[in-house]
């Protein structure tokens, strides 16, 4: 059907969550939005994420997407009903997510062969209260490379430090990105990820997926599709080689321009040999069909014109995406 191989990704956890399950995963109470089921509930976490592996999901994603330190330090503690978890909870109930989507494969392997673990780390603005990954309005300590790159290093180290839950974790995937500075920075921590030669299981391939907001075809900081993709791309000093990239959490309305830009970027990057071959795309767009979500209320809301509806395996059989491995989300 599809001009490439296809893996499904899972579902969106978060939605999921609340319209099937009935979880509360609204950052305004809870900061680590559905990483709180970490905490709360691994239990219903597992049924999740089994429930998406039954379904044919070939990823399954980690629930750390916005699960940071910061986040666990402004979490209520259950233990005392204090304000704070101690750093080294914190990272246990971190490294607990990468055993529970593994799990996930584990409970339906006698209908099913087993499928792949994909570390989710957000995007700085994603662990912000309120959230800023979709406008890219950071801190004045986390805006340069090195700033954030020192940032995602910390957080990343806490899975790579235990070999043990390094191991069942198959490739990294760097989500919601809206910064070029921020996509530099990621590269350059998976590199220094690899360094590490006393182990070798440190190597893992990885993907950055950006997200598009607005009404025109740039990042929130304004970079041009052409600039995202030799950030994502181009050869760099000490900044390791993503084998995927992509775009994520925006409107299926803009993915047909989108990636034609994409395509056209990374074609124009093989043919100057500044690149040997084409990375694979990972697609996951805003599943809603329109609904723009209320910081405000908290709720989902539909716009009184909305025409987002078009379905993303139609999108992909239109554009006959010329990738050699494609990586989608049919939420």
Request: a negative charge; one cysteine or more; hydrophobic letters at 40%.
């Amino acid at each position: 059907m599809y001009p490439v191989p296809i893996l499904s990704l899972d579902g969106g956890l978060g939605t999921t969550l609340k319209d099937q399950y009935h979880a509360e995963v609204d950052g305004a109470a809870r900061p680590l939005w559905s990483s709180h089921l970490l905490i709360s509930d691994p239990a219903k976490l597992i049924e999740v994420q089994t429930a998406f592996a039954d379904a044919g999901a070939d990823i399954i994603l980690t629930a750390t997407y916005q699960a940071s330190l910061e986040g666990f330090a402004h979490t209520v503690n259950p233990q005392d009903g204090g304000l704070g978890i101690p750093r080294a909870e914190a990272e246990a109930y971190m490294r607990s997510a990468v055993g529970i989507s593994r799990a996930s494969f584990k409970n339906v392997q006698a209908t099913r062969g087993g499928g792949s673990v994909a570390l989710s780390l957000g995007a700085y603005g994603a662990v912000m209260v309120p959230s800023q990954e979709y406008t890219g309005k950071y801190d004045e300590v986390h805006k340069s490379v090195e700033q954030l790159r020192d940032w995602h290093k910390e957080r990343l180290d806490i899975f790579t430090e235990k070999e043990e839950v390094w191991y069942d974790v198959d490739m990294v995937a760097f989500e919601t990105v809206p910064l070029l500075a921020e996509i530099e920075a990621v590269r350059q921590t998976m590199w220094m990820a690899q360094q590490d030669s006393a182990n070798c299981k440190k190597e893992k391939p990885f993907w950055i997926s950006c997200v598009f907001p607005g009404k025109d075809l740039c990042l929130p900081d304004g970079s041009s599709v052409d600039d995202v993709v030799r950030a994502m791309l181009a050869k760099r000093e000490n900044a390791a080689m993503p084998f995927a990239i992509g775009i994520n959490c925006t409107k299926i309305g803009k993915l047909a321009q989108l990636l034609r830009e994409f395509e056209v970027a990374v074609k124009r990057m093989v043919e100057s040999g500044e690149l040997n071959h084409s990375p694979a795309l990972v697609l996951y767009p805003d599943g809603t069909k329109g609904e723009v979500y209320n910081t405000t209320t908290h709720e989902w809301e539909i716009p009184e014109q909305s025409h987002d509806m078009v379905s993303l395996p139609t999108l992909i059989s239109e554009l006959c995406i010329k990738y050699p491995l494609g990586i989608f989300q049919f939420a």
